[in-house]
């Protein structure tokens, strides 16, 4: 525990107040109607929203999570999620202007947008509370365990007294101001966690017991842990760190934030920019930022933190108050922040407040909008008034809330929730990239997927998954997430195609609104030309190829920029060199490629 100086507390207290001013003051606007509380009423601009994504992704949980991978596996433990930005790119270059073209409310409506009929009508419902409720309180769950560790360690706070102290403030403002509310304070709250996760990086390298940045790297607890790449003559770590989420990971999980196709918040975001070229420009200042910019602070305070607690026992010898249950290398993070001086912790622990405010304050709008627009609405009362949708959306955001905290006093450290939610969503995601290009795709692909997929997910986790899965197993451990994803996308295509596709005037209404392109549809405009009927409405040819190599190049620009930075910070200059020319030719050829793609759009 730690004495807070009176600059602490004040720069605490004020960004607390500064926070739920924001939420008071645009709660009359937003409270108007549902498209302003859920959407802002589709206006916002490119640079807020893509901010507002990053300050989400930011949560007191990542951090925690970073820390528990580097102190596992290294700094190449990353690619589990830096692999994501693959997803990223193609939701920027393929899928973002078909979002915004699609027009709705909440991403969960375009399963009656795409499909029809009552498994369309179900699917709808089903998701809504499936992912709005069950797997948002998962997620929250995992962000608020990470806000009642730090708030254990750095404040000897008891977890009911975090949960009540920062879900309060957070409640309250995310139920009155809505989706603006949350954009807007976003854009503050992004600058405080920057601020905080950067002077706490340097400061602490600096420390007596660390030496300095070129001491630590040399330290014997660290030098193991720094390559950007697996050992690739260890064929398990190869194949789980690498190989894995790159081949496998990033195109067939859903995961918050980095669902394959787009979707939860990164599409609720999309839905409310201005058009089609501000959802772009959000989504793709978003991945630069997220995954170019962002790691390496917490990467180098996760390796400080080897030197100091080089294991569990040393944090738990140091903070004797935490409980067993909450032991975990995850909360080597907050321990270091401990170390902290006055004014530089204050800052550090207001951007902490700030990361779990604007993670939870989305996940709870994002999630209210699900029950609104696709559970309440449809199912309840489809004659309610936009007063009535404003105040279920409000109620129901302080039950998200609740449910939330009360998970969390069951969980134990971050990595836990993070491998179930991707086991949960293995196999799924292929079905969210081709739907939109594949006529065949019906209704009864999305549920077969989610079923089998939950089913198999909790088989494997259970004695099972033990006897299938291990060392002295029938198969090694790095196989369960494959073999999940190979068993749902057999039973999904099967399914697939033992069940009636959807009917003409579902895929032709969703095609003449949409103008998705592509051979996957050729059978559709056939018969449609069969029927005298033109769904084309433009010359200009499938963007969806330059979308892809604009993906590819891209990722090259992005690798290449975070890799560059590590490079810096490890001394290798050389390494940085190539890396700095790569990133200004691959940045060359993506602004011609997006001219290209823009043309289309226009």
Request: charged share 10%; no cysteine.
């Given at each position: 525990m730690i004495d807070l100086s009176t600059l602490d507390l004040a720069l605490i207290f004020s960004f607390f107040a500064i926070t739920l001013f924001i939420g008071i003051y645009v709660s009359k606007r937003s409270g108007k109607n549902s498209s302003e509380y859920f959407l802002s009423g589709r206006n916002m601009p490119w640079w807020l929203l893509g901010v507002s994504m990053v300050a989400t992704t930011f949560s007191t949980d990542t951090p925690n999570l970073v820390t528990d991978i580097v102190r596992k596996d290294g700094v190449s433990g990353n690619w589990v999620w830096w692999a994501f930005l693959i997803t990223g790119l193609l939701t920027v270059f393929v899928y973002a202007k078909l979002w915004r073209k699609s027009k709705v409310n909440t991403d969960i409506e375009f399963y009656e947008l795409r499909y029809g009929g009552p498994p369309a009508h179900f699917l709808r419902w089903f998701r809504a509370v499936y992912l709005g409720v069950i797997f948002n309180v998962f997620a929250m769950a995992g962000v608020t365990l990470a806000a009642i560790k730090i708030g254990s360690i750095m404040l000897g706070l008891q977890p009911w007294e975090t949960i009540v102290y920062a879900?309060?403030?957070?409640?309250?403002?995310?139920?009155?101001?809505?989706?603006?509310?949350?954009?807007?304070?976003?854009?503050?709250l992004f600058f405080?966690?920057?601020a905080g996760a950067i002077g706490a990086?340097?400061?602490?390298?600096?420390?007596?017991?660390?030496?300095?940045?070129?001491?630590?790297?040399?330290?014997?607890?660290?030098?193991?842990?720094?390559s950007i790449l697996p050992d690739f003559s260890d064929n398990e770590a190869l194949i789980t760190l690498l190989i894995i989420p790159l081949a496998v990971q990033w195109w067939s999980s859903w995961y918050p934030g980095a669902e394959p196709g787009g979707g939860g918040y990164i599409a609720q975001r999309m839905l409310a920019a201005k058009d089609e070229n501000h959802a772009i420009g959000a989504t793709f200042f978003f991945n630069i930022m997220h995954y170019a910019l962002r790691p390496w602070p917490w990467i180098?305070?996760?390796?400080?933190?080897?030197?100091?607690?080089?294991?569990?026992?040393?944090?738990?010898?140091?903070?004797?108050?935490?409980?067993e249950d909450k032991l975990g290398h995850d909360l080597a993070y907050s321990a270091m922040l401990t170390k902290l001086p006055?004014?530089?912790l204050g800052l550090v622990l207001a951007s902490l407040v700030a990361a779990y405010m604007s993670t939870i304050s989305t996940h709870?709008?994002?999630?209210?909008?699900?029950?609104?627009?696709?559970?309440?609405?449809?199912?309840?009362?489809?004659?309610?008034?936009?007063?009535?949708?404003?105040?279920?959306?409000?109620i129901s955001t302080v039950l998200l809330m609740v449910f939330s905290a009360l998970f969390a006093l069951y969980l134990q450290n971050a990595k836990q929730l993070f491998d179930i939610i991707l086991m949960f969503g293995?196999?799924?995601?292929?079905?969210?990239?081709?739907?939109?290009?594949?006529?065949?795709?019906?209704?009864?692909?999305?549920?077969?997927?989610?079923?089998i997929s939950g089913i198999v997910s909790l088989l494997f986790t259970s004695s099972l998954g033990d006897q299938l899965f291990g060392e002295t197993a029938l198969m090694p451990s790095w196989a369960k997430f494959p073999i999940i994803v190979l068993i749902t996308t057999i039973v999904w295509l099967t399914v697939t195609f033992m069940t009636r596709p959807e009917s003409k005037s579902v895929l032709r209404d969703f095609y003449k609104k949409i103008q998705p392109g592509g051979p996957g549809w050729n059978k559709v405009l056939t018969e449609a030309k069969i029927d005298s009927i033109e769904l084309v409405e433009s010359n200009e040819g499938w963007s969806v190829p330059s979308g892809i190599l604009a993906m590819l190049v891209g990722c090259v620009l992005i690798y290449s920029i975070m890799f560059f930075t590590g490079n810096m910070i490890y001394g290798?200059?050389?390494?940085?060199?190539?890396?700095?020319?790569?990133?200004l030719i691959s940045g060359f050829i993506l602004t011609k490629l997006w001219k290209k793609i823009r043309a289309t759009i226009l």
């Open positions: 879900g309060t403030i957070t409640v309250v403002f995310s139920a009155l101001g809505g989706f603006k509310g949350v954009v807007y304070t976003d854009f503050i405080t966690a920057m990086a340097y400061y602490l390298v600096g420390l007596p017991e660390v030496g300095g940045l070129e001491a630590l790297l040399q330290h014997e607890n660290v030098s193991g842990k720094l180098i305070v996760a390796l400080a933190s080897l030197v100091i607690f080089p294991d569990v026992a040393s944090i738990q010898e140091a903070f004797p108050m935490i409980s006055h004014g530089l709870l709008n994002w999630g209210s909008s699900y029950v609104v627009n696709d559970f309440y609405k449809q199912q309840i009362n489809k004659n309610a008034s936009e007063k009535q949708l404003v105040l279920v959306g409000r293995a196999g799924t995601g292929l079905i969210f990239i081709l739907r939109w290009f594949w006529w065949r795709i019906n209704a009864w692909s999305e549920i077969s997927a989610m079923l290798n200059y050389v390494n940085a060199g190539f890396l700095i020319v790569s990133a």
